[in-house]
Every structure is written in structure tokens, then in C-alpha cells.
Nanobody, 112 residues
Framework: QVQLVESGGGFVQPGGSLRLSCVASGFDFTTYTMSWFRQAPGKERELVAGISGAINHIQYGRSVEGRFTISRATDKNTLHLQMNNLKPEETAVYYC?????WGQGTLVTVSS
């Protein structure tokens, strides 16, 4: 059974940082592309960052490039998203996606 469990969301002031984690189980973590998406209130879900299997090719959404870093810890089947210099408009539920499955999401609130 595939499971993706996110954690690390919370409240942060503008300019602050958070690190999200997604623990994966039920499939070969190293083989498949894993991604972070986010969905703000009233908006469509959008890609934040993705990392491919095998060669670890990385792609970022244009608005986060240079501030966010995606990585995977293969020994712990965990995907991370380091988010720096967060902006209020990045308040959203952040989701992990892999192998055709979504996690339950973790809420990030950026506000002063």
C-alpha cells in the first residue's frame, strides 16, 4: 500500500524558512519521480518542485527557484523541501506526489 506522509508545515513570518518532509512507503522510492505541489485558497494546485528517479533531475516552479531546495534521503525514504525567504502569497497546503498518489498535505501559513 502506497503511503505519503507530509510534515513540517506551520506558521512563519515573511522572510522565514520551513523544511517540509514526506515519508514514502509502498513503492521503490529511488525509482520514481517525486514532487511537491501546493494549493492556495481559491487557486489551482501548482507544481513547486520535482526530482526524477535514477538521475535525480530537478525542476522548480519559476516563482520558487533560488529560494526552495528539493532533496531526497534514500536511506530514510524521505523527500524534503527546504523553503527560504517565504512570502505571504505562498500560504498554501503543500502536497507530496509520487507513483500516482497524493499525501494528505501540510499547511504552510506565511503572515506577519
Amino acid at each position: 500500500q502506497v503511503q505519503l506522509v507530509e510534515s513540517g508545515g506551520g506558521f512563519v513570518q515573511p522572510g522565514g524558512s520551513l523544511r517540509l518532509s514526506c515519508v514514502a512507503s509502498g513503492f521503490d522510492f529511488t525509482t520514481y519521480t517525486m514532487s511537491w505541489f501546493r494549493q492556495a485558497p481559491g487557486k489551482e494546485r501548482e507544481l513547486v518542485a520535482g526530482i526524477s528517479g535514477a538521475i535525480n533531475h530537478i525542476q522548480y516552479g519559476r516563482s520558487v527557484e533560488g529560494r526552495f531546495t528539493i532533496s531526497r534521503a534514500t536511506d530514510k525514504n524521505t523527500l524534503h523541501l527546504q523553503m527560504n525567504n517565504l512570502k505571504p502569497e505562498e500560504t498554501a497546503v503543500y502536497y507530496c506526489f509520487a507513483y500516482g498518489h497524493w499525501g494528505q498535505g501540510t499547511l504552510v501559513t506565511v503572515s506577519s
